[in-house]
C-alpha cells in the first residue's frame, strides 16, 4: 500500500509541478500598451425658417390708407449651434428697383419696406443684416416689420413679392 501512497504521491507532485510550469508561462508574459488619440471638431451650424409669412391684408388707397401706413409682422425661426454668431439678412425681392422693395400685379407695383423693429426706423435689407445673439442651440424667434407707405394709388388686383431670408453663421 505504500508503494500505491507514494505513487498516488508522485502523479499528483508531477501533476501539480506541470499546472505551476504551465501558469508560470503564463505569468511571466508581457505586456505593451498604446494610446487612441480621440477626436472631433464641432462646426457652426444654423436653421431657418418663416414661422409667420409678412401679409399685410387690404391696402385701401382711397381712405384708410390715404394718410395711414400699412403695417404687418412676420416672424423667422433659427436655431443655431452653441458658439454660433448668426446674422439674418433679407434680400430686396423679386420686384425691387434699385434698393425699392415692390410687390407686384403684373406691371403694377405696390411699394414696401421691412424694417429690424416695430418703429420702423432701420431697414433690413442684405448688407445691413440683423445680428443675433451667440447661439444656445435652442429656437430664436426672430420679429420681421413691414410697411406699405400712405399714399399709393395702385390698381386694384393681388399684389406679392418673394423675399429671401438668409442666415450666415
Not at 2 to 11: A, C, E, L, Q, V
Not at 12 to 33: C, I, K, P, Q, R
Not at 140 to 162: F, K, L, S
Amino acid at each position: 500500500m505504500r508503494t500505491k501512497t507514494r505513487f498516488t504521491r508522485s502523479i499528483l507532485a508531477a501533476t501539480l509541478a506541470m499546472a505551476f510550469a504551465a501558469a508560470s508561462s503564463t505569468a511571466v508574459a508581457g505586456t505593451a500598451t498604446d494610446n487612441i488619440n480621440v477626436s472631433a471638431s464641432v462646426v457652426a451650424s444654423c436653421t431657418i425658417a418663416v414661422s409667420t409669412q409678412l401679409a399685410f391684408g387690404d391696402y385701401d388707397p382711397i381712405v384708410a390708407n390715404k394718410s395711414t401706413p400699412l403695417d404687418a409682422q412676420a416672424a423667422i425661426d433659427t436655431t443655431c449651434s452653441t458658439g454660433a454668431t448668426p446674422t439674418i439678412t433679407l434680400g430686396l425681392g423679386d420686384n425691387a428697383v434699385g434698393s425699392v422693395r415692390n410687390m407686384a400685379n403684373g406691371a403694377n407695383t405696390l411699394s414696401y419696406e421691412i424694417y429690424t423693429e416695430n418703429t420702423h426706423t432701420n431697414v433690413w435689407d442684405d448688407t445691413t443684416g440683423l445680428d443675433l445673439a451667440t447661439g444656445t442651440g435652442t429656437l430664436v424667434t426672430t420679429p420681421v416689420y413691414g410697411r406699405v407707405a400712405a399714399d399709393q394709388n395702385v390698381a386694384v388686383g393681388d399684389y406679392t413679392d418673394i423675399v429671401v431670408a438668409t442666415v450666415t453663421f
